[in-house]
RNA sequence: GCUCCCAUCGUCUAGCGGUCUAGGACGUGGCCCUCUCAAGGCCAAAACACGGGUUCGAUUCCCGUUGGGAGCGCCA
Protein backbone atom coordinates (compact mmCIF):
# COMPACT_ATOMS: atom_id res chain seq x y z
CA UNK A 1 0.00 0.00 0.00
CA UNK A 2 2.91 2.58 0.83
CA UNK A 3 4.39 1.60 -2.34
CA UNK A 4 1.41 2.04 -4.30
CA UNK A 5 0.84 5.24 -2.97
CA UNK A 6 4.41 6.10 -3.35
CA UNK A 7 4.13 4.78 -7.15
CA UNK A 8 0.94 7.18 -7.66
CA UNK A 9 2.64 10.13 -6.28
CA UNK A 10 5.33 9.52 -8.96
CA UNK A 11 3.13 8.62 -11.57
CA UNK A 12 0.95 12.08 -10.85
CA UNK A 13 4.06 13.96 -10.87
CA UNK A 14 5.85 13.01 -13.80
CA UNK A 15 2.63 13.03 -15.75
CA UNK A 16 1.77 16.57 -14.85
CA UNK A 17 5.48 17.53 -15.50
CA UNK A 18 5.86 16.02 -18.98
CA UNK A 19 8.90 13.75 -17.21
CA UNK A 20 9.69 10.08 -17.80
CA UNK A 21 8.61 7.49 -15.23
CA UNK A 22 11.36 4.57 -14.81
CA UNK A 23 10.09 1.78 -12.92
CA UNK A 24 13.47 -0.34 -11.23
CA UNK A 25 12.85 -3.78 -9.37
CA UNK A 26 15.08 -3.22 -6.35
CA UNK A 27 15.61 -6.97 -6.30
CA UNK A 28 19.14 -7.27 -4.85
CA UNK A 29 18.41 -8.88 -1.79
CA UNK A 30 18.02 -12.62 -3.20
CA UNK A 31 16.12 -14.17 -0.08
CA UNK A 32 13.29 -10.95 -0.45
CA UNK A 33 13.12 -10.84 -3.99
CA UNK A 34 10.72 -13.80 -5.42
CA UNK A 35 9.39 -13.99 -9.36
CA UNK A 36 6.15 -13.62 -7.03
CA UNK A 37 7.20 -10.41 -5.73
CA UNK A 38 8.00 -8.97 -8.78
CA UNK A 39 4.86 -10.21 -10.25
CA UNK A 40 2.84 -8.82 -7.53
CA UNK A 41 4.32 -5.36 -8.41
CA UNK A 42 3.10 -5.43 -11.73
CA UNK A 43 0.04 -6.60 -10.45
CA UNK A 44 -1.01 -4.10 -8.21
CA UNK A 45 0.39 -1.10 -10.85
CA UNK A 46 -1.74 -2.98 -13.56
CA UNK A 47 -4.66 -2.66 -11.57
CA UNK A 48 -4.21 1.04 -10.15
CA UNK A 49 -3.75 1.80 -13.90
CA UNK A 50 -0.53 3.52 -13.18
CA UNK A 51 1.59 3.07 -16.11
CA UNK A 52 5.88 3.85 -16.91
CA UNK A 53 7.63 5.07 -19.77
CA UNK A 54 10.98 2.75 -18.76
CA UNK A 55 11.87 -0.29 -17.50
CA UNK A 56 11.21 -2.33 -15.90
CA UNK A 57 14.78 -2.39 -14.78
CA UNK A 58 15.90 -5.12 -12.34
CA UNK A 59 19.14 -3.92 -10.27
CA UNK A 60 19.75 -7.36 -10.20
CA UNK A 61 20.96 -7.00 -13.81
CA UNK A 62 23.05 -3.97 -13.20
CA UNK A 63 25.79 -5.61 -11.34
CA UNK A 64 28.31 -4.60 -13.49
CA UNK A 65 27.89 -1.11 -12.95
CA UNK A 66 27.72 -1.13 -9.55
CA UNK A 67 30.90 -3.60 -9.15
CA UNK A 68 32.69 -0.88 -11.44
CA UNK A 69 31.73 2.09 -9.30
CA UNK A 70 33.19 0.29 -6.57
CA UNK A 71 36.15 -0.46 -8.29
CA UNK A 72 36.48 3.32 -9.45
CA UNK A 73 35.86 4.82 -6.14
CA UNK A 74 38.52 2.56 -4.48
CA UNK A 75 41.14 3.50 -7.38
CA UNK A 76 40.59 7.18 -6.97
CA UNK A 77 41.27 6.45 -2.54
CA UNK A 78 37.10 7.86 -2.32
CA UNK A 79 36.50 3.83 -0.55
CA UNK A 80 38.60 1.04 1.06
CA UNK A 81 38.91 -2.38 1.53
CA UNK A 82 37.84 -2.69 5.33
CA UNK A 83 38.78 -6.54 7.42
CA UNK A 84 36.97 -6.04 10.47
CA UNK A 85 34.91 -8.80 10.88
CA UNK A 86 31.15 -8.66 12.30
CA UNK A 87 32.00 -9.98 15.33
CA UNK A 88 34.32 -7.33 15.81
CA UNK A 89 32.85 -4.55 15.06
CA UNK A 90 29.87 -6.22 17.22
CA UNK A 91 32.24 -6.30 20.48
CA UNK A 92 33.14 -2.39 19.52
CA UNK A 93 30.23 -1.34 19.16
CA UNK A 94 28.96 -2.58 22.20
CA UNK A 95 31.86 -1.54 24.41
CA UNK A 96 30.78 2.30 22.94
CA UNK A 97 27.15 1.96 23.57
CA UNK A 98 28.04 0.83 26.91
CA UNK A 99 30.46 3.88 27.47
CA UNK A 100 27.63 6.19 26.38
CA UNK A 101 28.90 7.21 23.05
CA UNK A 102 27.07 6.62 20.17
CA UNK A 103 28.55 4.58 17.51
CA UNK A 104 29.35 4.38 13.93
CA UNK A 105 32.16 2.57 12.64
CA UNK A 106 35.37 3.64 14.22
CA UNK A 107 37.72 3.63 11.03
CA UNK A 108 40.12 1.40 11.99
CA UNK A 109 40.93 -0.16 8.50
CA UNK A 110 40.11 3.48 7.22
CA UNK A 111 43.85 4.35 6.85
CA UNK A 112 45.39 0.83 6.24
CA UNK A 113 45.57 1.15 2.43
CA UNK A 114 44.58 -2.90 1.87
CA UNK A 115 44.76 -3.90 -0.94
CA UNK A 116 42.75 -6.75 -2.90
CA UNK A 117 45.00 -9.24 -1.61
CA UNK A 118 44.04 -8.43 1.87
CA UNK A 119 41.57 -11.20 2.26
CA UNK A 120 37.97 -11.25 3.31
CA UNK A 121 37.05 -7.79 3.12
CA UNK A 122 33.87 -5.31 2.47
CA UNK A 123 34.43 -1.94 1.27
CA UNK A 124 33.42 1.16 2.78
CA UNK A 125 33.12 4.89 1.40
CA UNK A 126 35.86 7.15 2.61
CA UNK A 127 33.63 9.63 3.84
CA UNK A 128 34.27 13.15 4.67
CA UNK A 129 36.22 14.17 8.06
CA UNK A 130 33.63 17.02 8.53
CA UNK A 131 30.86 19.06 6.92
CA UNK A 132 27.26 18.59 6.44
CA UNK A 133 25.26 16.65 3.67
CA UNK A 134 22.39 18.85 3.22
CA UNK A 135 19.86 19.28 0.53
CA UNK A 136 16.45 20.79 0.04
CA UNK A 137 13.49 18.33 0.22
CA UNK A 138 10.91 18.96 -1.90
CA UNK A 139 8.81 17.64 0.80
CA UNK A 140 10.73 18.12 4.19
CA UNK A 141 12.24 21.45 3.04
CA UNK A 142 15.70 22.11 4.01
CA UNK A 143 17.16 18.67 5.55
CA UNK A 144 20.61 17.07 6.68
CA UNK A 145 22.99 15.93 9.09
CA UNK A 146 26.77 16.58 9.74
CA UNK A 147 29.00 13.60 8.38
CA UNK A 148 30.13 13.39 12.19
CA UNK A 149 26.78 11.28 12.54
CA UNK A 150 27.66 8.90 9.94
CA UNK A 151 30.10 6.13 9.91
CA UNK A 152 32.11 5.06 6.99
CA UNK A 153 29.31 2.93 4.95
CA UNK A 154 30.04 -0.73 4.12
CA UNK A 155 28.94 -0.27 -0.48
CA UNK A 156 30.25 -3.80 -0.90
CA UNK A 157 29.77 -6.84 1.14
CA UNK A 158 32.31 -9.33 1.83
CA UNK A 159 30.82 -12.00 -0.85
CA UNK A 160 31.62 -8.91 -3.34
CA UNK A 161 27.66 -8.10 -3.43
CA UNK A 162 26.97 -4.45 -3.86
CA UNK A 163 24.80 -2.56 -1.18
CA UNK A 164 21.43 -1.36 -2.18
CA UNK A 165 22.75 2.50 -1.09
CA UNK A 166 25.53 1.91 -3.21
CA UNK A 167 23.30 0.60 -6.41
CA UNK A 168 20.50 3.06 -6.05
CA UNK A 169 22.77 6.21 -6.27
CA UNK A 170 24.47 4.20 -9.32
CA UNK A 171 21.32 3.19 -11.05
CA UNK A 172 19.75 6.72 -10.67
CA UNK A 173 23.07 8.18 -12.19
CA UNK A 174 22.62 5.22 -15.19
CA UNK A 175 19.10 6.42 -15.83
CA UNK A 176 19.57 9.95 -15.73
CA UNK A 177 17.19 10.24 -12.46
CA UNK A 178 15.95 13.83 -12.01
CA UNK A 179 13.42 13.85 -9.11
CA UNK A 180 13.42 11.02 -6.46
CA UNK A 181 10.12 10.54 -4.76
CA UNK A 182 9.82 7.73 -2.48
CA UNK A 183 8.76 6.78 1.50
CA UNK A 184 9.86 8.98 4.63
CA UNK A 185 11.62 6.18 5.75
CA UNK A 186 14.63 6.85 3.35
CA UNK A 187 14.65 10.43 5.09
CA UNK A 188 17.40 9.19 6.75
CA UNK A 189 19.19 7.64 4.07
CA UNK A 190 19.82 10.16 2.15
CA UNK A 191 22.67 12.08 3.78
CA UNK A 192 24.90 8.27 3.24
CA UNK A 193 23.25 8.77 -0.76
CA UNK A 194 24.49 12.38 -0.65
CA UNK A 195 27.94 11.24 0.48
CA UNK A 196 28.32 9.32 -2.43
CA UNK A 197 27.37 11.05 -4.75
CA UNK A 198 29.94 13.61 -4.04
CA UNK A 199 32.25 11.00 -4.02
CA UNK A 200 30.86 10.06 -7.98
CA UNK A 201 31.62 13.60 -8.35
CA UNK A 202 28.11 13.68 -9.54
CA UNK A 203 25.15 16.03 -9.12
CA UNK A 204 22.37 14.42 -7.21
CA UNK A 205 19.03 14.48 -7.90
CA UNK A 206 16.18 16.47 -6.26
CA UNK A 207 14.54 14.31 -3.50
CA UNK A 208 11.41 14.07 -1.90
CA UNK A 209 10.12 12.72 0.69
CA UNK A 210 6.68 11.74 1.68
CA UNK A 211 5.16 10.62 5.04
CA UNK A 212 4.50 6.71 6.04
CA UNK A 213 1.16 5.33 6.13
CA UNK A 214 0.92 3.69 9.47
CA UNK A 215 -1.71 1.59 11.12
CA UNK A 216 -4.78 2.64 12.90
CA UNK A 217 -3.22 3.67 16.43
CA UNK A 218 -0.25 5.35 14.69
CA UNK A 219 1.53 2.02 14.81
CA UNK A 220 3.43 0.34 12.34
CA UNK A 221 1.87 -1.10 9.65
CA UNK A 222 1.52 -5.31 10.31
CA UNK A 223 1.56 -7.86 7.51
CA UNK A 224 0.15 -10.03 10.19
CA UNK A 225 -2.36 -7.68 11.49
CA UNK A 226 -3.39 -5.30 8.75
CA UNK A 227 -4.32 -5.57 5.43
CA UNK A 228 -0.89 -4.25 3.94
CA UNK A 229 -0.91 -4.47 -0.10
CA UNK A 230 -3.15 -2.97 -2.89
CA UNK A 231 -4.61 -6.81 -3.76
CA UNK A 232 -5.43 -7.33 -0.33
CA UNK A 233 -7.56 -4.51 -0.46
CA UNK A 234 -8.54 -5.65 -4.19
CA UNK A 235 -9.60 -9.29 -2.91
CA UNK A 236 -11.49 -7.77 -0.16
CA UNK A 237 -14.17 -6.23 -2.93
CA UNK A 238 -12.58 -2.79 -3.07
CA UNK A 239 -12.44 -0.72 -6.49
CA UNK A 240 -9.39 0.50 -7.97
CA UNK A 241 -10.44 4.00 -8.11
CA UNK A 242 -11.59 4.18 -4.39
CA UNK A 243 -8.43 2.61 -3.30
CA UNK A 244 -6.32 5.37 -6.17
CA UNK A 245 -8.53 8.27 -4.67
CA UNK A 246 -7.93 6.62 -0.29
CA UNK A 247 -3.96 6.39 -1.24
CA UNK A 248 -4.07 10.29 -2.92
CA UNK A 249 -5.91 11.78 0.28
CA UNK A 250 -3.15 10.05 2.83
CA UNK A 251 -0.55 12.89 2.46
CA UNK A 252 -1.89 14.90 0.29
CA UNK A 253 -5.06 17.06 -0.58
CA UNK A 254 -6.32 19.75 -2.84
CA UNK A 255 -8.38 22.08 -0.66
CA UNK A 256 -11.67 20.18 0.73
CA UNK A 257 -12.39 18.01 -2.55
CA UNK A 258 -12.85 14.04 -1.30
CA UNK A 259 -13.44 11.88 -4.29
CA UNK A 260 -10.54 12.49 -7.19
CA UNK A 261 -10.50 10.47 -10.53
CA UNK A 262 -7.39 9.03 -11.72
CA UNK A 263 -7.02 11.84 -14.34
CA UNK A 264 -7.87 14.90 -11.71
CA UNK A 265 -4.94 13.11 -9.45
CA UNK A 266 -2.99 13.40 -12.48
CA UNK A 267 -3.93 16.87 -13.26
CA UNK A 268 -3.91 18.53 -9.45
CA UNK A 269 -1.09 16.36 -7.82
CA UNK A 270 1.44 18.85 -6.79
CA UNK A 271 4.55 18.20 -3.98
CA UNK A 272 3.67 21.61 -2.03
CA UNK A 273 0.38 19.87 -0.86
CA UNK A 274 2.20 17.01 0.51
CA UNK A 275 2.44 16.98 4.27
CA UNK A 276 4.92 15.87 6.48
CA UNK A 277 2.94 13.89 9.33
CA UNK A 278 2.42 9.77 9.28
CA UNK A 279 -1.09 8.94 7.93
CA UNK A 280 -3.29 6.07 9.63
CA UNK A 281 -5.06 4.09 6.59
CA UNK A 282 -8.59 4.27 7.99
CA UNK A 283 -10.32 1.90 5.77
CA UNK A 284 -13.63 3.63 7.00
CA UNK A 285 -13.20 6.53 4.29
CA UNK A 286 -12.14 3.79 1.76
CA UNK A 287 -15.56 1.85 2.00
CA UNK A 288 -17.11 4.94 1.64
CA UNK A 289 -15.83 6.21 -1.26
CA UNK A 290 -15.80 2.71 -2.61
CA UNK A 291 -19.51 3.29 -2.29
CA UNK A 292 -19.73 6.36 -4.54
CA UNK A 293 -17.76 4.15 -7.52
CA UNK A 294 -19.81 1.43 -6.81
CA UNK A 295 -23.02 3.76 -6.83
CA UNK A 296 -21.62 6.20 -10.10
CA UNK A 297 -19.14 3.66 -12.36
CA UNK A 298 -20.64 2.41 -15.91
CA UNK A 299 -22.17 -0.35 -15.42
CA UNK A 300 -20.06 -2.95 -17.69
CA UNK A 301 -17.30 -1.49 -16.35
CA UNK A 302 -18.63 -2.51 -12.34
CA UNK A 303 -20.12 -5.51 -13.79
CA UNK A 304 -16.70 -6.46 -15.12
CA UNK A 305 -14.97 -6.06 -11.36
CA UNK A 306 -17.98 -7.86 -9.97
CA UNK A 307 -18.17 -11.14 -11.63
CA UNK A 308 -14.84 -12.63 -10.16
CA UNK A 309 -16.56 -11.79 -6.93
CA UNK A 310 -20.27 -13.42 -7.74
CA UNK A 311 -18.75 -16.34 -9.61
CA UNK A 312 -17.07 -17.19 -6.41
CA UNK A 313 -20.45 -16.61 -4.30
CA UNK A 314 -22.21 -19.08 -6.95
CA UNK A 315 -19.35 -21.20 -7.12
CA UNK A 316 -19.54 -21.40 -10.68
CA UNK A 317 -19.01 -19.01 -14.06
CA UNK A 318 -21.38 -15.98 -13.83
CA UNK A 319 -22.02 -14.56 -17.38
CA UNK A 320 -23.82 -11.19 -17.63
CA UNK A 321 -27.30 -11.21 -18.33
CA UNK A 322 -29.65 -8.23 -18.57
CA UNK A 323 -31.52 -9.53 -15.42
CA UNK A 324 -28.03 -9.41 -13.39
CA UNK A 325 -27.46 -5.80 -14.87
CA UNK A 326 -30.69 -4.36 -13.74
CA UNK A 327 -29.90 -6.49 -10.25
CA UNK A 328 -26.90 -4.89 -9.78
CA UNK A 329 -27.69 -1.27 -10.63
CA UNK A 330 -30.53 -1.99 -7.63
CA UNK A 331 -27.52 -3.34 -5.25
CA UNK A 332 -25.18 -0.05 -5.97
CA UNK A 333 -26.85 1.74 -3.20
CA UNK A 334 -26.48 -1.46 -0.83
CA UNK A 335 -22.96 -2.92 -1.13
CA UNK A 336 -19.91 -0.85 0.28
CA UNK A 337 -17.40 -3.73 -1.53
CA UNK A 338 -17.76 -5.69 -4.02
CA UNK A 339 -18.42 -8.84 -1.90
CA UNK A 340 -21.16 -7.56 -0.21
CA UNK A 341 -23.22 -7.35 -3.67
CA UNK A 342 -21.81 -10.51 -4.82
CA UNK A 343 -23.78 -11.83 -1.83
CA UNK A 344 -26.59 -9.91 -2.26
CA UNK A 345 -27.27 -10.93 -5.92
CA UNK A 346 -25.90 -14.25 -5.61
CA UNK A 347 -29.66 -15.26 -5.15
CA UNK A 348 -30.29 -14.61 -9.03
CA UNK A 349 -27.03 -16.44 -10.48
CA UNK A 350 -27.85 -20.23 -8.39
CA UNK A 351 -30.82 -21.85 -7.41
CA UNK A 352 -28.51 -23.40 -4.54
CA UNK A 353 -30.36 -21.05 -1.55
CA UNK A 354 -30.46 -21.77 2.02
CA UNK A 355 -32.40 -19.43 4.73
CA UNK A 356 -30.54 -17.82 6.52
CA UNK A 357 -30.94 -18.89 10.03
CA UNK A 358 -32.09 -15.70 11.58
CA UNK A 359 -34.00 -14.46 8.78
CA UNK A 360 -36.13 -18.10 8.51
CA UNK A 361 -36.84 -17.98 12.12
CA UNK A 362 -37.79 -14.89 12.23
CA UNK A 363 -40.01 -14.58 9.07
CA UNK A 364 -40.86 -18.05 7.66
CA UNK A 365 -43.27 -19.09 10.39
CA UNK A 366 -45.97 -21.98 10.16
CA UNK A 367 -48.89 -19.44 10.70
CA UNK A 368 -48.15 -17.64 7.65
CA UNK A 369 -48.70 -20.54 4.87
CA UNK A 370 -52.14 -19.90 3.74
CA UNK A 371 -50.80 -16.22 3.17
CA UNK A 372 -47.97 -17.65 1.03
CA UNK A 373 -50.82 -20.04 -0.53
CA UNK A 374 -52.82 -17.52 -0.95
CA UNK A 375 -50.38 -15.28 -2.96
CA UNK A 376 -48.43 -17.95 -4.81
CA UNK A 377 -51.96 -18.21 -6.05
CA UNK A 378 -52.35 -15.44 -7.46
CA UNK A 379 -49.17 -15.05 -8.89
CA UNK A 380 -49.33 -17.89 -10.97
CA UNK A 381 -52.40 -16.59 -12.57
CA UNK A 382 -50.81 -13.29 -12.94
CA UNK A 383 -50.28 -12.84 -17.04
CA UNK A 384 -48.21 -9.42 -16.58
CA UNK A 385 -45.34 -10.13 -14.68
CA UNK A 386 -44.34 -6.27 -14.09
CA UNK A 387 -44.05 -4.35 -10.80
CA UNK A 388 -47.05 -2.35 -10.90
CA UNK A 389 -48.96 -5.64 -11.77
CA UNK A 390 -47.17 -7.20 -8.84
CA UNK A 391 -47.51 -4.53 -6.26
CA UNK A 392 -51.84 -4.83 -7.17
CA UNK A 393 -51.35 -8.53 -5.96
CA UNK A 394 -49.79 -7.84 -3.06
CA UNK A 395 -52.34 -4.97 -1.72
CA UNK A 396 -55.22 -7.55 -2.92
CA UNK A 397 -53.23 -10.09 -0.47
CA UNK A 398 -52.59 -7.74 2.15
CA UNK A 399 -56.40 -6.44 1.60
CA UNK A 400 -57.68 -9.74 2.09
CA UNK A 401 -55.96 -10.66 5.30
CA UNK A 402 -57.05 -8.01 7.47
CA UNK A 403 -54.78 -5.52 5.96
CA UNK A 404 -51.62 -6.93 6.87
CA UNK A 405 -48.78 -4.55 6.90
CA UNK A 406 -46.73 -4.32 4.22
CA UNK A 407 -43.83 -5.87 6.37
CA UNK A 408 -45.46 -8.90 7.08
CA UNK A 409 -45.81 -10.14 4.09
CA UNK A 410 -42.53 -8.83 2.05
CA UNK A 411 -40.19 -10.27 4.14
CA UNK A 412 -41.47 -14.11 4.40
CA UNK A 413 -41.64 -13.39 0.73
CA UNK A 414 -38.11 -12.68 0.76
CA UNK A 415 -36.63 -15.12 2.91
CA UNK A 416 -38.78 -16.96 0.49
CA UNK A 417 -37.10 -16.14 -2.84
CA UNK A 418 -33.64 -14.54 -1.68
CA UNK A 419 -32.94 -16.80 1.16
CA UNK A 420 -32.40 -13.73 3.03
CA UNK A 421 -33.68 -10.59 4.85
CA UNK A 422 -32.24 -7.97 2.93
CA UNK A 423 -32.72 -7.25 -0.62
CA UNK A 424 -33.64 -4.65 -3.07
CA UNK A 425 -37.56 -3.47 -3.01
CA UNK A 426 -39.98 -7.22 -3.05
CA UNK A 427 -41.46 -6.19 -6.14
CA UNK A 428 -38.22 -5.27 -8.09
CA UNK A 429 -36.57 -8.72 -6.70
CA UNK A 430 -39.34 -10.44 -7.66
CA UNK A 431 -39.43 -8.79 -11.23
CA UNK A 432 -35.69 -9.85 -11.53
CA UNK A 433 -36.13 -13.29 -10.54
CA UNK A 434 -39.13 -13.60 -12.93
CA UNK A 435 -42.07 -15.59 -12.80
CA UNK A 436 -41.19 -19.21 -12.78
CA UNK A 437 -38.14 -19.05 -10.67
CA UNK A 438 -39.98 -16.65 -8.10
CA UNK A 439 -43.53 -19.04 -7.69
CA UNK A 440 -41.10 -22.05 -7.26
CA UNK A 441 -39.19 -20.42 -4.72
CA UNK A 442 -42.17 -19.48 -2.91
CA UNK A 443 -43.82 -23.19 -3.39
CA UNK A 444 -40.57 -24.41 -1.75
CA UNK A 445 -40.95 -22.14 1.19
CA UNK A 446 -44.70 -23.26 1.82
CA UNK A 447 -43.25 -26.58 1.42
CA UNK A 448 -41.00 -25.66 4.07
CA UNK A 449 -43.71 -24.32 6.29
CA UNK A 450 -45.47 -27.00 6.39
CA UNK A 451 -43.28 -30.38 6.31
CA UNK A 452 -39.73 -27.96 7.77
C1' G B 1 20.85 5.53 23.82
C1' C B 2 22.14 8.81 19.53
C1' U B 3 20.58 11.50 14.92
C1' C B 4 16.66 13.19 12.04
C1' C B 5 11.44 14.07 11.44
C1' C B 6 6.29 14.94 12.89
C1' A B 7 2.03 17.10 16.12
C1' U B 8 -5.77 20.83 14.11
C1' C B 9 -12.25 16.89 15.81
C1' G B 10 -11.88 9.27 16.79
C1' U B 11 -9.75 9.30 11.36
C1' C B 12 -8.28 11.88 6.55
C1' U B 13 -7.62 16.94 6.21
C1' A B 14 -8.45 22.94 5.12
C1' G B 15 -5.73 26.81 7.49
C1' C B 16 0.28 29.34 5.06
C1' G B 17 -0.18 36.34 11.81
C1' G B 18 -5.84 39.37 12.22
C1' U B 19 -11.08 36.56 7.55
C1' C B 20 -11.15 31.17 13.40
C1' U B 21 -17.05 31.92 18.38
C1' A B 22 -11.26 26.91 13.47
C1' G B 23 -14.00 24.90 7.58
C1' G B 24 -14.89 20.09 4.79
C1' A B 25 -15.19 14.73 4.55
C1' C B 26 -15.55 9.78 6.83
C1' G B 27 -17.27 7.78 11.18
C1' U B 28 -20.73 8.52 15.49
C1' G B 29 -25.73 10.15 17.70
C1' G B 30 -30.81 12.03 16.77
C1' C B 31 -34.98 13.02 13.50
C1' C B 32 -37.47 12.33 8.63
C1' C B 33 -38.41 8.73 4.71
C1' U B 34 -39.53 3.33 4.77
C1' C B 35 -41.75 -3.77 2.77
C1' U B 36 -35.92 -5.35 4.69
C1' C B 37 -31.14 -3.32 4.02
C1' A B 38 -29.29 0.69 2.13
C1' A B 39 -29.38 5.31 -0.22
C1' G B 40 -31.18 10.25 0.53
C1' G B 41 -32.67 14.80 3.46
C1' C B 42 -32.22 17.69 8.06
C1' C B 43 -29.86 18.45 12.83
C1' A B 44 -26.09 17.52 16.62
C1' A B 45 -21.73 16.30 19.47
C1' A B 46 -16.49 16.38 18.29
C1' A B 47 -9.90 19.35 17.53
C1' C B 48 -5.65 23.84 17.38
C1' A B 49 -0.91 18.29 22.90
C1' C B 50 1.43 21.41 26.99
C1' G B 51 4.66 25.50 28.71
C1' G B 52 7.43 29.63 27.52
C1' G B 53 8.66 33.48 24.22
C1' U B 54 8.25 37.02 19.47
C1' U B 55 4.22 40.38 18.15
C1' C B 56 -0.60 45.43 18.90
C1' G B 57 -2.37 40.34 17.75
C1' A B 58 -0.90 33.63 17.49
C1' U B 59 -3.85 27.48 15.11
C1' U B 60 -0.29 30.01 12.05
C1' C B 61 6.79 32.21 13.73
C1' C B 62 10.90 30.64 17.56
C1' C B 63 12.49 27.59 21.91
C1' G B 64 11.54 23.76 25.38
C1' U B 65 8.45 19.61 27.37
C1' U B 66 5.46 15.58 26.26
C1' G B 67 3.77 12.11 22.74
C1' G B 68 4.51 9.54 18.02
C1' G B 69 7.54 7.99 13.82
C1' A B 70 12.01 6.92 10.94
C1' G B 71 17.16 5.87 10.70
C1' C B 72 21.53 4.19 13.31
C1' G B 73 22.55 -3.69 9.02
C1' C B 74 27.99 -7.20 5.17
C1' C B 75 18.29 -5.47 4.48
C1' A B 76 15.91 -2.79 0.84
Known sequence: MGSGRTALFNWAFTRRAGGKLVLRIEDTDEERSTRESEE?????????????????????????SHDAAVEGLLAGGRAYRCVCTPEQIEERRAKTIAAGRKWTYDGRCREQDLGPDCGRHTVRL?????????WHDLVYGPSGQDVAEIGDMIIRRSDGAPLYNLAVVVDDLAMGISHVIRGADHHSNTPFQLALYQALEQPPP???HVPLIVAPGGKKLSKRR????????????????????????????????EIFTRDEIRALF????????????????LAWLNQHWIKTLPLPELMAALLPFLSAAAEHAVEPTPELGRLVDLLRERSKTLVEMAALARFLVTDQIAYEAKAAEKHLRREIAPLL?????????????????????????RARHGDLPMGKLAQPVRVAITGGAVSPGIYETLAVLGKGRSAGRIAEAIHYLRHG
Open 40 to 64: AIYDGLGWLGIDWDEGPFRQSERRP
Open 373 to 397: VDLHERLLALADWSEPALERVFEEV
Open 206 to 208: LFA
Open 226 to 257: DPVSVQDYRAKGYLAPAMLGWLARMGWSHGDQ
Open 126 to 134: RLPKEGRLA
Open 270 to 285: DLEQVHRSPAQADAGK
